[in-house]
């Protein structure tokens, strides 16, 4: 049975909620090993008056403060990323085997002086490998090609040749027999009216990576508002919304996020902090299932 270390996520949010009701389910799938100290365990649980399993095991993440739920607050966020580093840590040295992260608040890092925007530039810069973002479900899986970046910045980063090392890197990670890449601007640009980073740099991609796999793979650049009408398929989008939007319309419950490209696997939860609910007993624990389900697979 695998090893998964558990980042606990904000303290202030559901992720101890879903860890504390799902253990019993995910002990039958994997060993979850949590990274979390007994003084905030307990604090946890008892605001939550639910019961900590006696096999819970945990790791002793260093750090106390008294947990104010729904709120944004520096001493949560550093705890959060702290977690986070010592499932990182685990996976380097070999004592389990992935990782599975709870829910953080990118604000609450920012208040803590942490100078990333998320998981996936953590990862990014500790193994100085281009991760890749892969969000959704058996369904359908949506790649993110640019990230954590404004709206307005995105058209920069629309260059063939990081396209094409991209494409090189999500398909070696995953082995999809078929990838469709959105367009980035409406109607696929209708032939160059609407934008010409279609016609210089993501049809030329495209083309470059299919005759580099010697097989076609990637397919588009499809019309972004059309392209999910399916509701199934793999797909590489342009921007954070333009493929988080509909997988999370369609797939909400069971989606996953999972970081490709890296020595280690991790997988995370499709949401957020959840702090509306936070120590109310209402968080769902489907999504944290299908994470740790993944690295079974």
């Known amino acids: 049975m695998k090893k998964i270390a558990i980042s606990i996520g904000d303290l202030n949010g559901v992720g101890i909620e879903i860890a504390l009701k799902s253990h019993n389910k995910i002990k039958q799938l994997i060993k979850p090993i949590y990274c979390i100290n007994k003084y905030m365990l307990t604090q946890a649980s008892d605001l939550l008056k639910l019961d900590i399993p006696e096999d819970f095991e945990i790791y002793q993440t260093a750090g106390k403060f008294d947990i104010n739920p729904g709120v944004v607050d520096n001493s949560a966020g550093l705890y959060s990323f702290n977690s986070f580093i010592d499932a990182i840590n685990l996976a380097k040295e070999n004592k389990v085997d992935g990782i599975c992260t709870l829910p953080i608040n990118k604000e609450s890092w920012d208040k803590a002086g942490i100078k990333y925007h998320g998981h996936t530039e953590v990862l990014r810069d500790i193994f100085k490998k281009e991760a890749i973002m892969m969000l959704g479900c058996e369904e359908m899986y949506v790649a993110l090609f640019t990230e954590h970046i404004p709206l307005k910045e995105v058209p920069k980063h629309i260059k063939k040749e990081k396209l094409v090392r991209f494409f090189k890197d999500f398909y070696n990670s995953t082995k999809f027999e078929k990838i469709d ?38 397919f588009g650049p ?12 793999r797909f590489i989008a342009m921007y954070h919304d333009q493929g ?13 996020n999972v970081s490709l490209n890296l020595p280690i696997l991790r997988t995370s939860v499709d949401h957020g902090t959840a702090f509306d609910i936070a120590y109310q007993n209402k968080a769902k624990i489907e999504s944290y299932i299908e994470a740790i389900k993944y690295h079974i697979k």
């Open 244 to 256: 988080l939007i509909p997988l999370k319309a369609l797939y909400f419950d069971k989606s996953i």
């Open 222 to 233: 499809l019309v972004p508002d059309t392209a999910f009408t399916s509701k199934k398929g």
């Open 181 to 218: 890449v959105l367009a980035l601007n409406p109607h696929a640009s209708d032939g160059g009216v609407l934008g010409d980073e279609e016609n210089n740099e993501i049809i030329p991609a495209i083309k470059q990576i299919n005759k580099e796999l010697n097989k076609d793979i990637f």
